[in-house]
């Protein structure tokens, strides 16, 4: 469970172009939610994210994941938390360009100490699923958008983190790889029970979530 | 992380080229740039050496290392007669050499006054050669002094000029005579320069009492080849406990050594030139790493802690730099052989520098492996220093800017 405090966050703080990011945010998502961020562009979608994903600081309030207050864990905590409990779906992919598909997806894992038979076992089960089986030797940049975008999914999912945030995750793909996606995703949320969580103003993703949370101008105008 | 390291090189093979050639040209210009420095610095000072040092000389045991009046040969005729006899010999002179106060009107300093046989030390030695005004010794020189232009300058000397000179003589007793400036030379050895001035043995055997007593005689033999051979048959004919003979190659090394001590200068270049490699990698390295930040980033938002990814960069350097140097070790190595055989010659460059020391046209390398070892092995750590500063710097972004990073 992820819960939100008073969470305030700024750019620029205390300058003249000062940003209000977010404001006043009180949120609490429970494990095996399946919810989409929304709002127009600039609203905070992102940083909302980030801060939940403990990629980004905040400036006040209190961000609880399970029994842990985030804003208090050193950096090297963080990283530990974002390994271990966090699967990341950058918008941009961000898959690692020297390493094959199978080890994209198994990277994590590795990181985490699994045994390689677990890896493998893992990284194939995951790749039939999300009908990537047949490229896991090729190296990222010989796969087209949709394949990148699944892969980056499949290194997210494989660790089985509590929690995958996604950030405008059907961004670079069309509408019937995007539905290809999202019906995977739903799968993943409804087999193995990760918590999803969509940063998105794609109709799409609108209507297969069963939350959403609507921001403006870092304000939850709408849940 | 080794074999993401592995990886990374594999699929950046410009950027892991560009920095194994660039280990490779500084590891290469470094080793280069020490041997040829050690190298013609050691062959300067042998060539000035060779001026005045025999190819062999002999010493009453003892003189080399305590010196003194009871160290003094004092059979120098006997001694000669055996070594007349010695085929490999072409001539040899004895010298007399005492520490002795010359003073001028205003001023005075310390000096070596040998006392040489000027006809011999004509075919023997050099002496005669540095001459640069007025004339050297003759046979029958009375009073006349012949000084090292650095003394002379000390003391305000021209040709001509009187000199007092005060020192104790080989009995111990004191000794004080008028001297006459006949000439002034240069070797360019400033040490030499300096402190030394000679004077008619004949004329000197009489004012310190030396007459048959030396402090060591000096022999130049027919062939330098053979000068282990004429040696052996030396200590052979001369068959005494109480005498060393000793071939140049002894007698130089201690000397070279001792001077090299001194030679600061060698070491400021050495430096600057190492600060210059330093930056020059670091800064590449910088450069490299500026353009991996997204990379790093990534790595960082997916939970890479910062001591992973400073492990990731270790063994990227390590690997490369290994490489490097396992390829540079033996080139510069030869190069360094080759060219202390064959030296390099330039023309003239013996005349443009004369005042320098510098008295051979050919500039040879110093070969020594320990020498390029431990230069190689500097090189090696510096690229590990440098990784460090890019390292803070990716550091310095948090994971989230840094993925985003273009
Ligand atoms: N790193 C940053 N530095 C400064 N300002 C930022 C930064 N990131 C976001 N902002 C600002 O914070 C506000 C919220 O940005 P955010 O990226 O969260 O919006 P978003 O809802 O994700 O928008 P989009 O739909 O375009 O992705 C914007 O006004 C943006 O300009
Ligand atoms: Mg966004």
Redesign the interface.
Known sequence: MIKLQHVNKYFYKNEAREIHALCDINLTIEDGEFTLFSGASGCGKTTLL?VIGA???IDSGKIFFDEKEISLLS??AR??L???E?G?V?QAY?L????SVEENIG??MK?RGFSDKEIKKRVLEISAMLEIDDKLKSLPNALSGGQQQRVAVA?AVAAKPKIILADEPTANLDSKNSQKLMNMMRELNEKEGVSILFASHDELILNSVRRVVKLNDGVIVDD | MFS?AL??I???KNRSIATIVLTFISAMLFVAYVSLMDGSHKSMLENSLKIYTGAIEIYKKGYRDIGGNEYLIDDVEEISKKLLKIDGIEIFSARYETYGLLSNKEQSAASMVGGVEPDKERVLSSLSLALIEGEFLKENSKNSIYMGVELAKKLKLHVGDEVAFIGSASDNSFAADIFKVCGIFKTGLFEFDSTASFVSKNYFDKLMNSKNRASYITIKVKNLDDVQKVNSEIIKVLNRDDLESLTWKTLMDTMVEAMEVDSIFGYISLSLFLVVIFFVVMIYGFVNVSSRIK?FG?????????S?IFLLLFYEISMLSTLAIIIVAPIASYICYHYSINPIIIDGIADMYKDYGIVSDEIPFDFNMFTILRNLAVIYLLNFLSIFYPYMYINSF???EA?KHV
């Open positions: 980030n990629l980004d600081t950096e090297d990283t530990t974002r390994l271990n966090i990341f950058f961000n690692i360009p020297v390493l990277f994590v990181l290194r | 993401l990886k990374n594999l699929f950046y990379e990534i790595l960082r938002c997916i939970g890479l802690s910062k992973k948090k994971p989230i993925s």
